[in-house]
């Protein structure tokens, strides 16, 4: 399968532009009395809160987390008491099958806020339904679910968002203006990074039945795991460090990449990589290296060079680009052109010239801004685009290839060699064992609807 990258990314954000949805799906939706959209969130702690904020001029119809405590107990820290009484008339549930099947026909869409094994069954399952979807980053947990999940929103015609915020910020647009103008030249090279600290946990033996933990009371553990193979609970694996472990998560790559290689793909309009190596230190048990330093490589695109992108985490940094600047430990990404250099800040919030005193020289003749900006960030963005008809500027179509990047990355990481990437035929070309890296690498367990 191919994506229309192309096509996307040349009208730039495209954040006004009319979608051609199937009859009765345009601007689908309908609407409680007082005129809000009816929408269900899974997953509402973490960044569950993100959305409910984010939604909250929306009508909440359902909520569904497999914590029962965190997500409905008054002493439980954040939104939840509060959710309960801006939204007193909302259903709650603990299995999103169970949700769809008693609610389906009240929800226009639906918010997904959970750990990444469990994105895919439940986008799809919304999607089938014909339901608006709004998933969190990355897309998906690997390549084979990303195209998946890309081909059946297409197919539905539904309004879809990953809500990778800093596709909805002000950088990433200035990045791409600023590139566009010819500003640093040429780019040939892109560093990116995260320096925020993953919490990683060792489990020796994830199959020793022996260890025995036991799940808190409110915590539906079977719910929890999904899609993912059996394994006896243990509190390292379910709870915060999740990411770090190869059947739920996608270590720092996967949770961040999505974030700091945005501008780069945007502004620079980057097809598929043809390569990409990656350097780790050495992983523990069913888990992901601490530090991981990658390389890909792109080819030219019509007039553009070849690209080099570079990824550092775990306390790797890139090599400095000017004196005197200063790292953000969340991340960024550099530019470097034929002309100069730029930065890119965390989730795409800002750029700037480097060094400096260029930006400064700069100021007053900078190019006009020609894309369309967005107000209120990725959620509200997507709301709009329901009623409007409209699509979201990081919507399966652009989201799908710039997870699928990412994704690949995870896979040099866990297979430890330079991947070979044919795009078309989404396969690794010389290492055959690898493949298993581009998904699902198990079999779903029964009943998920995947």
């Known amino acids: 399968m191919t994506f229309p990258r192309r096509e996307f990314l040349r009208g730039g954000a495209l954040a006004g532009s009319s979608l051609f949805l199937p009859r009765g799906l345009r601007g689908q939706g309908r609407t409680s009395p007082n005129g809000r959209l009816q929408l269900a969130l899974v997953g509402v702690g973490g960044r569950g809160r993100v959305a409910q904020n984010a939604l909250e001029q929306e009508q909440f119809v359902a909520f569904c987390d497999v914590d029962h405590a965190r997500a409905r107990a008054p002493e439980a820290a954040g939104a939840p008491k509060s959710l309960v009484s801006r939204f007193p008339d909302a259903k709650w549930f603990q299995d999103y099958r169970v ?136 509190r390292s694996r379910s709870h915060s460090s999740w990411r770090g472990f190869v059947d739920y998560g996608n270590g720092c790559l996967g949770d961040w990449g999505c974030h700091q290689m945005d501008a780069a793909f945007f502004a620079l309009e980057l097809d598929a990589p043809t390569r990409v190596e990656a350097t780790s ?125 990412t994704l690949l990355g995870v896979a040099a990481i866990r297979a430890r060699a330079r991947l070979e990437w044919d795009a078309r035929a989404g396969r690794v070309t010389n290492h055959a064992f690898a493949n298993q890296f581009v998904g699902p690498g198990y079999t779903y367990r029964p009943g998920w609807g995947v």
């Open 281 to 405: 230190t050495a992983p523990k048990p069913d888990s992901f290296p601490a530090t991981n330093a990658l390389t890909y490589r792109f080819p030219a695109r019509g007039n553009r060079a070849p690209v080099e992108l570079k990824w550092f985490d775990g306390g790797l940094l890139p090599p400095q680009p000017v004196d005197g600047f200063k790292f953000d430990k969340a991340g960024g990404s550099l530019f470097y052109g034929d002309k100069g250099v730029m930065w890119v800040s965390s989730h795409s919030a800002s750029a700037r010239l480097l060094p400096e005193k260029r930006m400064e020289e700069l100021r007053g003749s900078l190019p006009p801004k020609t894309i369309p900006r967005v107000a209120g960030g990725p959620y509200a963005e997507w709301a709009n685009a329901i009623r409007q008809g409209t699509r979201c500027g990081s919507d399966f179509a652009y989201a799908a290839p710039l997870t699928e990047m």
């Open 99 to 234: 949700m769809f099947e008693r609610m389906g026909d009240q929800i226009d869409g639906v918010a997904i806020c959970v750990p990444d094994h469990m994105h895919f069954a439940i986008a799809m399952m919304a999607i089938k339904q014909g339901k608006h979807v709004v998933v969190e980053k990355p897309l998906c947990r690997c390549i084979t679910e990303v195209r998946s999940l890309q081909a059946a929103a297409k197919q539905a015609g539904v309004i879809t968002q990953m809500a990778n915020q800093g596709r909805a910020a002000e950088g990433i647009r200035l990045a791409r203006e600023w590139v566009q103008a010819g500003l640093i030249g040429q780019v040939h090279t892109v560093h990116a990074w995260s320096n925020w600290p993953m919490r990683y946990s060792q489990d020796p033996d994830p199959e020793d039945a022996t260890r025995k933990e036991t799940p808190p009371a409110s915590l539906q553990y079977d719910l929890w795991l999904g899609v993912a193979p059996e394994r006896p609970y243990r």
